[in-house]
């Protein structure tokens, strides 16, 4: 368990994350299905980000504006090229987004409704000082061969970016040393989403007591 409800929050939180193309789309899906209210913070970054927001406004101050498209919307790709490939832009613009994602995040979980909230946060175990609100961690693991398969297929990613993408991340023992739940996607989606199926009444009870 991560930490105790603080902040104004009243609902039991579950924390969701696990490595880049682990899997947690479909774990968010299946929970959604199974009537779990769900706040995803990478939503809400793109959200933060869009054409007016001031976000937008310090990142493009930041890097310059050959980060922005054509209609002044983020060229995420661009932008994710540059922080990989240097760890202090990484940090900048982490300075600039995450305030924002947190703050919103909680927001969001305040105004939910459902028997819990499934909150989906890629970079959880690098941040778990800003979450310690959230009740138990969720961690969906993979092999790592079969998460370069996947991120590679997913994001037309080379080799190069998706090694950056990794080393920008918690190791995967790493990760599986913080959570309280694990969901293992070794067996394919079918047995993914069985293991939610059992996951959901486990954090009904929880919630409920």
């Keep these: 368990m991560v930490g105790t409800h603080t902040g104004g929050k009243t609902h039991f939180v579950v924390g969701l994350t696990g490595g880049i193309a682990s899997g947690k789309s479909t774990v968010s899906a299946t929970f959604a299905d199974l009537g779990a209210a769900i706040v995803d913070t990478d939503l809400i970054a793109r959200a933060v980000v869009a054409p007016g927001c001031a976000a937008l406004g310090e990142i493009a101050a930041t890097f310059g504006p050959s980060i922005l498209t ?17 760890q202090s832009a990484r940090a900048r613009l982490e300075a600039i987004l995450h305030p924002r994602i947190r703050c919103e995040a909680l927001t969001q979980v305040q105004s939910a409704r459902g028997p819990y909230v499934v909150l989906v946060v890629p970079l959880l175990v690098e941040n778990v000082d800003h979450y310690g609100w959230v009740d138990r961690v969720l961690v969906v693991d993979v092999a790592r061969e079969l998460q370069e398969r996947l991120l590679m297929t997913r994001d037309d990613t080379g080799s190069e970016l998706a090694a950056a993408n990794f080393a920008a991340q918690v190791s995967r023992s790493e990760r599986l040393a913080r959570a309280d739940d694990v969901g293992r996607n070794s067996l394919g989606f079918g047995d993914l989403k069985a293991q939610v199926r059992n996951a959901d009444r486990r954090y009904r009870v929880l919630a409920a007591t």
């Design 70 to 86: 054509h209609d002044g919307s983020l060229d995420r790709r661009k932008l994710r090229e540059i922080v990989f490939a240097q």
